[in-house]
């Protein structure tokens, strides 16, 4: 049985190699340096718990006093700035990854929470912030009981007790009182 080899000239081989790689390069694999323009942007997870919502931000390097965290409304910001500590000449880099400037992230808050109850810690380059929830977010069990265990205060009005009014005592006056 005889195997069938694709014939590819020479030179379109290398131009089709080229541009695969071309294209990998910049849409499949975008260097790292491209990732590290965006100073701006840093990994943020946000769940809920039963009780409070919780954020966890990944801010390596930072210090926990150049963080600053605020809520407007439903929008979470937390901002700050970093720089690096130690100055090397421009041309002395074979390679400057490491951003130095601002950074901030909004994020919107899908459920209501409390800022007063907020708690942040800072620890091994990681935010997590703890925000309660309100009270109208939080899930509320109401037990259901059959009419033999409501309380007397819970009857139902039936059609005899609310057609008949109750009659008002009239008022003595004072010259009565006394009588």
Same mark, same amino acid.
């Given at each position: 049985m005889a195997?069938?080899? +694709? ?6 081989t290398?131009l ?9 390069? /910049?849409?499949? +694999?975008?260097? +790292? ?35 600053d ?25 074979? +390679? =400057? ?8 992230r909004s ?6 929470v ?18 309660? =929830?309100?009270?109208?977010v939080?899930?509320?069990?109401v037990?259901?009981?059959t ?6 205060? /819970?009857?139902?009005?039936?059609? =005899? ?13 004072s010259?009565?009182k006394k009588?």
């Amino acid at each position: 049985m005889a195997n069938l080899i +694709r014939w590819e000239p020479m030179g379109i081989t290398s131009l089709r190699q080229a541009m695969d790689g071309l294209l990998e390069d /910049a849409v499949v +694999r975008p260097s +790292r340096a491209w990732q590290a323009m965006k100073l701006d942007e840093f990994a943020v997870d946000m769940y809920q718990t039963e009780n409070e919502v919780v954020v966890k931000a990944q801010l390596p390097g930072i210090k926990a006093e150049d963080v600053d965290i605020s809520v407007l409304g439903d929008i979470l910001s937390i901002k700050g700035e970093s720089c690096e500590e130690e100055q090397v000449k421009e041309e002395s880099y074979f +390679r =400057k990854e490491m951003r130095c400037g601002s950074f901030s992230r909004s994020l919107q808050i899908p459920v209501p929470v409390s800022v007063d109850g907020a708690e942040a810690v800072f620890q091994n380059g990681v935010l997590t912030l703890t925000l309660p =929830k309100t009270e109208v977010v939080k899930p509320k069990q109401v037990q259901v009981k059959t009419a033999k265990e409501a309380p007397a205060a /819970a009857k139902p009005v039936t059609e =005899k007790s609310a057609a008949k009014p109750k009659k008002a005592k009239p008022k003595q006056s004072s010259s009565e009182k006394k009588a």
